[in-house]
């Protein structure tokens, strides 16, 4: 994706802060007293990062890539009580306290947080039973996990509730990830843990959630922020809310027509956005739509749902192209 061309995903700005500082004020505001950083992919922009942070965090780089478990299993020596693990790469705004006195009512080896989708085909959906080793009912939004199932086809989807990549982990289920070895949270040690009868509780979460793996997904993100600022635990950049939600940085300049777009810090728009994101110094003098503009670029042309990376000039038209 061009926006990580030249840095890991979870630095990737949004309002104006990378993403991963979302995450970290989810843990804060959840009472969490310590946070550990796993990357692999450029992770000396992080290391940076989190010493800046007024927490205890570090950062545990990865020689090699070891997948969400392995690099968790890393850290083992660490983890003699229950933990929590986040993606991340996503935005979210979860009571993650609640989820813990769930995980610790439930007796629960695992506690995972849910979110509802319309189509779930893209991800991993979780089949709920009200009781341990009972049946599945897809009725229910909170209860113990009877099944599994990535990217389901639409005659095969028992549920529209899917895996929001947070975690709550008794440390003896660490012992099953093997030491050394590439390892998956949802593709091996959670259908490992299900197979052996260990209890697995999950429940749906309210509030925001995004994938900003997703590129598209940031435009989301970004308007959901600004259209429930209020009532979200993370702060809001200083600028102006346009009726149809649109937001315009203090420090940005827009003289053109904008249409439900994010114009942030030092960003400019003299010719049009359109359901579009111009992160910070960027100049549209083109017409953008339904685009994604990282920071220090210019886009003088038209572009359609395109994600243009960081110091890029784009000069002719594209259409549906990730430009780097």
Not at 21 to 26: A, E, G
Not at 249 to 267: K, M, N, Q, T
Request: hydrophobic content about 40%.
């Amino acid at each position: 994706m061009p926006l990580t061309k030249n840095k890991p995903k979870p630095m990737v700005s949004v309002l104006g802060r990378p993403v991963i500082d979302y995450v970290k004020d989810s843990m804060v505001h959840a009472g969490i007293s310590e946070i550990i950083v796993t990357t692999g992919y450029q992770g000396e922009q992080l290391v940076s990062h989190v010493d800046s942070w007024d927490i205890n965090g570090r950062v545990n780089q990865e020689e090699q890539p070891m997948g969400t478990a392995g690099s968790v299993k890393l850290l083992a020596d660490s983890l003699d009580s229950t933990f929590v693990v986040g993606s991340g790469d996503s935005v979210a705004s979860f009571d993650i306290d609640d989820l813990i006195q769930s995980h610790k009512k439930s007796g629960a080896k695992v506690t995972m947080a849910l979110w509802s989708v319309d189509n779930p085909s893209e991800y991993g959906i979780v089949g709920l039973s009200s009781q341990h080793g009972e049946d599945l009912d897809s009725k229910l939004d909170e209860g113990f996990i009877s099944k599994f199932l990535e990217k389901p086809k639409p005659e095969e989807a028992f549920s529209n509730l899917i895996n929001a990549g947070l975690y709550i982990i008794e440390p003896e289920v660490m012992e099953l990830v093997p030491v050394g070895e590439k390892y998956d949270f949802s593709k091996q040690l959670f259908p490992d843990i299900l197979e052996r009868g260990w209890k697995m509780y999950a429940k749906k979460v309210e509030g925001i959630w995004f994938d900003v793996g997703h590129p598209f997904e940031l435009h989301n993100a970004q308007m959901s922020l600004i259209a429930n600022s209020e009532s979200l635990p993370f702060p809001t950049p200083k600028g102006e809310i346009l009726p149809d939600g649109s937001f315009i940085s203090s420090g940005a300049s827009v003289s053109g027509h904008i249409e439900r777009s994010i114009i942030l810090e030092g960003a400019s728009v003299s010719g049009a956005a359109v359901d579009t994101v111009v992160m910070s110094n960027s100049r549209v003098d083109g017409v953008a739509e339904s685009s994604i503009i990282g920071e220090s670029s210019v886009i003088k042309s038209k572009i359609f749902r395109c994600v243009v990376g960081d110091n890029v000039v784009v000069s002719t038209d594209k259409q549906e192209e990730r430009i780097s």
